[in-house]
């Protein structure tokens, strides 16, 4: 079975990513893993980590796996409320040390991840040079959940490419998934602009 992984820091950005993953994966049949990493050594005395918003706070290993069980068993409650659903996907949980780029790869392989979730926020920890070094890493789709998205509609997803053979393969999966959805998928072709200098211009390039 191919797995939806959520990345997830357990704020509320990080949760209704989660949640936005499981609704995702009973209409495509497929799993859930929240996976979290943590640091055996904080970097900083604990005495400060009361100022540090709560997404960004350095866990411990027990405290990782704590977080984990109780986000598993909210997710868990909210799917058992919904006696409607055709598939129920199974929620599973890991964390690691370290880094999220150094273990995204052998997760991808491990559990045939196809898909990653992770919330967005102004202040979220997933951004910036997060965000750019799991990016370098993963070779699937990545999708970013604003913190106030509420249900997510999936009539109409737009793809912004290239047109390089890379991103073909993408669209190519991209409607693979779609497809249970009935959702239209739009493909939008960016470039970097070819400035072609007018006549009093042309005066000016050297020949």
Same mark, same amino acid.
């Given at each position: 079975?191919?797995?939806?992984?959520? #990345?997830?820091?357990?704020?509320?950005?990080?949760?209704?990513?989660?949640?936005?993953?499981?609704?995702? /994966?009973?209409?495509?049949?497929?799993?859930?893993?929240?996976?979290?990493?943590?640091? /055996?050594?904080? #970097?900083?005395?604990?005495?400060?980590?009361?100022?540090?918003?709560?997404?960004?706070? =350095?866990?411990?290993? !027990?405290?990782?796996? /704590?977080?984990?069980?109780?986000?598993?068993?909210?997710?868990?409650?909210?799917?058992?409320?919904?006696?409607?659903?055709?598939?129920?996907? !199974?929620?599973?949980?890991?964390?690691?040390?370290? *880094?999220?780029?150094?273990?995204?790869?052998?997760?991808?392989?491990?559990?045939?991840?196809?898909?990653?979730?992770?919330?967005?926020?102004?202040? !979220?920890?997933?951004?910036?040079?997060?965000?750019?070094?799991?990016?370098?890493?993963?070779?699937?789709?990545?999708?970013?959940?604003?913190?106030? *998205?509420?249900?997510?509609?999936?009539?109409?997803?737009?793809?912004?490419?290239?047109?390089?053979?890379?991103?073909?393969?993408?669209?190519?999966? #991209?409607?693979?998934?779609?497809?249970?959805?009935?959702?239209?998928?739009?493909?939008?072709?960016? *470039?970097?602009?070819?400035?072609?200098?007018?006549? #009093?211009?042309?005066?000016?390039? =050297? /020949?």
């Amino acid at each position: 079975m191919e797995t939806i992984l959520v #990345l997830t820091n357990f704020s509320r950005s990080a949760r209704n990513a989660a949640e936005a993953a499981v609704d995702l /994966a009973s209409k495509l049949g497929s799993g859930v893993l929240l996976l979290h990493t943590y640091v /055996a050594k904080p #970097l900083v005395s604990l005495d400060h980590v009361s100022d540090w918003p709560f997404g960004d706070m =350095p866990l411990t290993q !027990e405290e990782s796996l /704590a977080y984990l069980e109780e986000e598993r068993s909210y997710l868990q409650e909210k799917l058992n409320n919904k006696v409607t659903l055709i598939h129920k996907p !199974e929620l599973s949980i890991t964390q690691k040390e370290g *880094s999220l780029a150094n273990h995204i790869n052998k997760l991808q392989k491990e559990k045939n991840i196809k898909l990653i979730f992770m919330g967005g926020g102004q202040h !979220e920890f997933l951004f910036g040079n997060h965000v750019r070094s799991l990016v370098d890493e993963i070779s699937c789709l990545l999708m970013i959940i604003p913190v106030d *998205s509420g249900i997510i509609d999936y009539k109409n997803v737009c793809f912004a490419t290239d047109l390089n053979k890379a991103d073909l393969i993408r669209i190519k999966f #991209l409607s693979k998934y779609l497809q249970p959805l009935y959702t239209q998928l739009h493909i939008c072709h960016v *470039s970097v602009p070819n400035l072609i200098p007018d006549i #009093l211009e042309e005066d000016l390039v =050297p /020949a």
